[in-house]
């Protein structure tokens, strides 16, 4: 991925001192990302007696910010050349990175807020294997940023180019308009607040700092007592301030999906696809069809309650990045039915109604309903002792929860189900909420057919599908069905020689 430039003459280049921002704010991103190494440090300013002590250990922080901030604008270095960008970065540990744009898996632009007025721009690279964004190049010029953006998802061999082809470049200069194009209005992104509303993460970003030191309960619920004693007096006003709080806490969770995904815009322009969006910060981002590793369809309950759908376009997912939110993604977070259905034929998808679902065998049952099954005594029992309920209650509350349970089990397997063309491999599964995962089948990196214990006693297997993506299971296959599926899919995988980046 880094290798050494073999070009003699590079014109290395400095980022404009505006961009002294954009390197303090990764010094307060990497704060909030290591937020709990500072934790003894916060427990001190909470519990110490010195007045002083808060206001010297801030503004230490603050004068150690500005000082990394501006090291770090001192010794970055950017060139261009016309396959690769290269970097230098590192104030004592010194790092070089050549990025070849032929390895380039996704180009974004993210215009923040303080960098708009002055039409500047940030390009964030990742590559095949890289590990989030590898390259950032703060302060750019909008128009430079976007042609060098162009110029890197148009990059590709020569080799692999089909006679009479067009390129993405020429496409580019030549349309006026993408061919394909649509904008999300403000009530479909509030929409998308309430599908993903990430009310859970903000309560633990609250709670979780308090939690950790004597604040809460030394000084905010004696002052609570003390001057709100009207609170203990009503359960229900007790209840209504708990409602309201993650009311307020909803509302906050629907506000950070509207500013970062306010005035959502998505074209499609021969092969290549870029979504635009931020109110603030303006983010674009692009990717080419050639990369596409997966296709995520998901509802939620609440997105199922609203009949909207949320779209994840994947590509490569390296190890380190496959729980961050948004690597190397592309996120249409609500799609209605008609969109939906625009999108799979974009996407070229296998029409929804004539995917046929194929399900695994009732077998798959035996396995959690041995455990569920567990479930009713001992619930009853820890009613019974523990919690000192009647017999009776105790026994229709086990009753009650092992149904629930079982009922659970045979809807997640009633759900489940998967389906393979020549062109695609899809997975389907959940119960409240649904997924399909659709991956292109010439893609398919390793099959593994997998018995454990209990399968061999069944004479079943599960096959495991290794992609760029990730994994999915197949399960529940009798073992000469799966194998005769894995030499299939091998075999159709081998006879394949569309290009695989």
Known sequence: MSE?????????????????????????????????????????????DSAWVPYALGGSYLVYIFISALLNHRFFLFALSNDAVHLRTGVLGKKSLTLKYERIQQAELEQTWYFRPFNLTILKVDSAGSAGKEVEIPGLPMQQAQQLRQLMLATAPAVESEPGATTEATQAATAEEPQWQTQFNLAEIIKAGVIDNKIFVLLALLSYPLSQTDWLQEQMVPWLEANIGFIESSLWLNVGLVLAVLSLLFVLAIAVTVITYYGLAVSIDGDRYQARSGLFSI???????????????????RARLLKRFRVRVSQLQPTMAQHTAGSSAFILPVVNPELLHELRQQLNLTNANQVHWQSISALALLSPTFWVAWLAPIACLVGYFAIELSLTSSFLIAVLLWGLM???????????????????????????????????????????????????????????????AGAEVIKYQSLASALQLQQQWIQQVGQNQQRWM
Request: net charge positive; aromatic share 18%.
């Open 4 to 48: 050494q430039s073999t070009q003699p003459q590079l014109k290395w280049q400095r980022t404009p001192w505006l961009t002294l921002g954009f390197f303090i704010a990764k010094e307060i991103k990497l704060f909030i990302k290591n937020f709990t190494n500072f934790l003894p440090a916060l427990a001190v300013i909470f519990v110490t």
């Open 283 to 301: 983010r674009t981002v692009s990717f080419r069809y050639p990369k596409l590793q997966r296709v995520q369809i998901k509802q939620n309950l």
């Open 406 to 468: 079982q009922t659970y089990v045979v809807f997640r397997w009633r759900n489940y189900g998967f389906s393979y063309d020549s062109t695609w491999l899809a997975v389907k599964h959940g119960v409240l909420g649904r997924t399909e995962n659709w991956y292109p089948y010439y893609k398919i990196q390793q099959l593994d057919v997998y018995q454990s214990p209990w399968l061999r006693m069944l004479g079943f297997a599960h096959i495991i599908v290794h992609t760029a």
